[in-house]
């Protein structure tokens, strides 16, 4: 049964883990808070947007065993380039930012009172230890494993507020006020979620491991179930960080706005606390370190996977792995240790290059599963392909929109 469990998922369940970091446990929660369950079709337009980029991504590798860096070196310079700056900012701005909540929720959950670049060190080590003395079965295997703790868990700990949410049906609904401030916090949320669209070339390179490991073995049917079911797995989620927002902090009127995302975090545990007991808090606190480490583990697994092809050596060279590993780790506690105080700064330029580069990997992925080498039945029917067009479209659209305003012109 366990071995069927493993055959049967893979890389759309760590897509899951990278997925449901910062992005659900802060701004879903942040929805629910502001906004009560009014955005829940807007978080589900929202995630169904880049649909067919990362199932465009999965099919592609998990069927030609090849990765995303190998077809775009087919379309040239600037869609490597759209990759590499990618793949960097998430390799280290990206892991420093999810590093950084992820060691403020476990001081905040065990009342550890040292600092957080110590915290962030630990975490760091154990990650390293994981990946290096296992190898890539065994953290599929445990990455598998926290998704299922985490979806369990998250469940739980929503399905304490849903008596409260059926109870105050009327008043958790309100009405949508599109003002400016409003819109730019949906544009915030569209980039965030479920994950930016560079998460692809991660995604990309764990199904074209699985294809490698599992070759005939691996079925249309089975990497479309894996992915289809990890893709919906980071929508379950939302909306259960949505439902503990609207129910802990809207309906109590509770204004937790604060740049800090492990300030939130530790303001939602408390009330969390007061509301059902301090028994809960090892719920909500156990999902919260569940779902940020995992996310720290599949970043750290998938930006050297990711480098080590970049820059030529060969998928088994575990000392190339170990040492973009190294790199990563190093750089990390330098970007936090050096620039903690201005990390906004780093944030700011991470989400407007995901903006920037969201519609550009739309086409460059659909252009991947084009591929002739790609068999007939794997590519995508026409209402996936104008799905994804349409995507490429609005994330345009609105990334236009977020640099006039990021810049003030917005009028």
Known sequence: MTRGLFLKFGPGVIFAANAVGVSHLVQSTRAGAGYGLSLLLLIFLITALKYPLFRFASTYSAVSGKTLLDAYRKDGHFAVFILILSVVIDMFIATAAVSLVTAGIVKNV????????????????????LLAAFGYSFFEKLVICMVILFTLMSIAASGMAVPTAIRESTNIMPDLNWSPAFIVFLIAMAGWMPTPPSASFFLSAWSAKRRQKLKDQLTLKMILFDFNFGFALTLIIAFAFVLLGAVLLYLNN????????????????????????????????????VVMFSTMLTLFDGAPRVMRQLFGFSETNKKAFLGFLILQAIGVISIVYFFGSSFSTFINFAT????????????????????????????????????????????????????????????
């Open 110 to 129: 065990f009342g550890i009172d040292v600092s957080t670049l110590l915290v962030i060190t630990v975490l760091i080590l154990g990650a390293f230890f």
């Open 254 to 289: 509770i204004n937790a706005e604060t740049d800090s995302a492990v300030s939130f975090a530790a303001i939602l545990m408390s009330l969390f606390s007061e509301s059902y007991g301090s028994w809960a808090i090892p719920i909500v606190g156990g999902a919260a370190i």
């Open 352 to 411: 407007s290059t995901a903006f920037a580069t969201a519609p550009f990997i739309a086409i460059y992925n659909y252009r991947a599963i084009m591929n002739d080498d790609i068999p007939d039945e794997a590519k995508p029917r026409p209402y996936l392909r104008i799905w994804n067009f349409i995507s490429a479209g609005v994330l345009f659209v609105i990334g236009i929109y977020y640099f006039l305003n990021l810049f003030g012109v917005n009028g």
